[in-house]
């Protein structure tokens, strides 16, 4: 997939704003349909789908990472 930078300068941000809409479980579905409604120009809708989802992915399991980081400090401050 080759999207030109100025495409994705423009486009995340609504990207960004669709996934945080509250209307599906796991913000899963909105971010995926705006990446395909957008960019699809540029890539094919399948590729779209599977990079929005990868793209999820690592966003879930960094936001985990850092929880745990902090994990014991909110526990003690909650204590």
Not at 38 to 64: D, K, Q, T
């Amino acid at each position: 997939m080759r999207i030109p930078f100025t495409a994705l300068l423009a486009g995340l941000p609504l990207v960004f704003f669709f996934a945080a809409l509250p209307v599906a479980a796991a913000h899963l579905g909105p971010s995926q349909a705006a990446w395909v409604y957008i960019f699809r120009r540029y890539a094919p809708e399948a590729g779209l789908v599977a990079y929005s989802l990868a793209a999820h992915l690592a966003f879930m399991l960094l936001n985990a990472a850092i929880g745990l980081i902090f994990l014991r400090r909110a526990v003690r401050e909650l204590a």
